[in-house]
């Protein structure tokens, strides 16, 4: 299982972004059997929850500090979960990693690192006030 995160970038606080990451390798399951989330983690952090849906698109959740201005999506035909983010703030500075969950949570949209087996190589957002 690979993850390809991309669409990072430098924006200005006010701004948008729109994360990408791309799937292969899958086996075992097919790609939309997985659950997917976003994370992300500051220098100095830990890597924390961002947004997650689930196998069914129109099941989604958002950390408080993210809701209303960050939108997940997933097209499975492109294997493909986005992160739409608007209103971007300096506090969303961080290295953004996309993540498929292992099969074992009972939640449809897992939050907890653990609950996410594969991860891709992150994808660096700043954003300057």
């Known amino acids: 299982v690979q993850l390809q995160a991309s669409g990072g970038g430098l924006v200005q606080a006010g701004g948008s972004l729109r994360l990408s990451c791309g799937f292969s390798g899958f086996s075992g399951r097919t790609f939309s059997r997985y659950r997917l989330g976003w994370f992300r983690q500051a220098p100095g952090k830990e890597r924390e929850f961002v947004a997650a849906i689930g196998r069914s698109t129109g099941n989604t959740d958002y950390a408080d500090s993210v809701k209303g201005r960050f939108t997940i999506s997933r097209d499975n035909d492109k294997k493909t979960v986005y992160l739409q983010m608007n209103s971007l703030e300096s506090e969303d500075t961080a290295v953004y990693f996309c993540?498929?969950?292992?099969?074992?949570?009972?939640?449809?949209?897992?939050?907890?690192?653990?609950?996410?087996?594969?991860w891709g190589q992150g994808t660096q957002v700043t954003v300057s006030s």
């Open positions: 993540g498929a969950d292992s099969g074992s949570s009972i939640l449809s949209t897992p939050a907890t690192r653990t609950d996410y087996a594969y």
